[in-house]
């Protein structure tokens, strides 16, 4: 009989990398820098040629990255989880509280096991991981996104500051203004220098409530955006409605999970199209009429939304005012 495969949780910090195994109670530790994620990637190759492993780890907001990429180059079933997904599991086997049984394992170890544990029991699927260019493309968004919530609070500040700090502060906004138009700049060649993400973001641009910011995004953020069906992706981005039923209980549905990054977007863009854009005023007012409520109505125009867009993307069809009564 061919041996049973390992499943791997990762739980990556700042200075170091704890790994555990399922069904076995092996677990490593090393550290979080060049040698260390040589080491780890030379581990579970070994182990992947012996008995083949699945690696599940936490998206940590950029520190996982250096050894995600070791493991794709290497051909390693990777799967960067949302962290939610891991505490809402380790909720419903009640280790939440990862209490620490011994001075030798800490909480890192613990999380490890968990990550280990949801691999061998959910056993999430492996989806391509993205390309250099992406990753790119992610980086300069989410810079652009911090310089404007810096652009912000330096605004904030001068309203109320006192006289003698206000040329600072806006030197200060002016200093972080210019970056952000280098930034800009930045992000548009980056999307010209690829034949593919022209023609998508030309794509998207074509629709009236679609902008810069929200195309780029999109790119960015939802590669899946033209692949899927309407039901896969609305389920991926967390717009398609979840049912609460128990016998002839009905609850309220509701959305959550997804990618929040691109929900928000889809949000910010609907609300622009229920302005410009006819077809997105008229199906919510419609929906208005026959009795539901605003949020409701919203979200409803935002799963519309990325309905058409998914579509416009997969037809590589320009968006058309459709003729509305």
Known sequence: ?????????????????????????????????????????????????????????????????????????????????????????????????????????????????????????????????????????????????????????????????????????????????????????????LLRSSPLWREKEDLLRSFKGIGPVSARTLLAELPELGLLNRKQIAALVGVAPIARESGSWRGRRSIWGGRGQVRAILYMATVTAMRANVQIRTFYLRLRQAGKPGKVALVACMRKLLTILNAMVRTHTRWQQPSVA
């Open 1 to 189: 009989m061919d041996p049973a495969p390992l499943y791997t949780g990762i739980d990556v910090s700042k200075d170091r990398l704890d790994i555990a195994l399922r069904p076995v109670s092996d677990a490593f530790s090393f550290s979080n820098d060049d040698p260390g994620i040589a080491q780890t990637v030379t581990l579970l190759a070994d182990l992947s040629r012996l008995v083949g492993t699945l690696v599940v780890l936490e998206a940590t907001g950029g520190l996982d990255l250096p050894l995600v990429g070791a493991l794709a180059a290497s051909d390693l079933p990777v799967v960067v989880v949302n962290p939610r997904q891991v505490r809402d599991f380790a909720r419903a086997i009640g280790k939440l509280a990862k209490p620490v049984l011994s001075a030798a394992e800490g909480t890192d170890a613990i999380d490890a096991k968990i990550l280990a544990q949801f691999a061998e029991a959910v056993r999430p699927q492996v989806r391509p991981l993205p390309d250099v260019a992406t990753q790119e493309l992610r980086g300069l968004l989410m810079r652009r996104q911090q310089m404007v919530e810096m652009v912000v609070a330096e605004k904030n500040r001068l309203r109320s500051a006192p006289r003698r700090v206000r040329p600072q502060i806006q030197e200060h906004i002016t200093w972080l203004e210019g970056h952000l138009d280098g930034l800009d700049r930045e992000l548009s060649d």
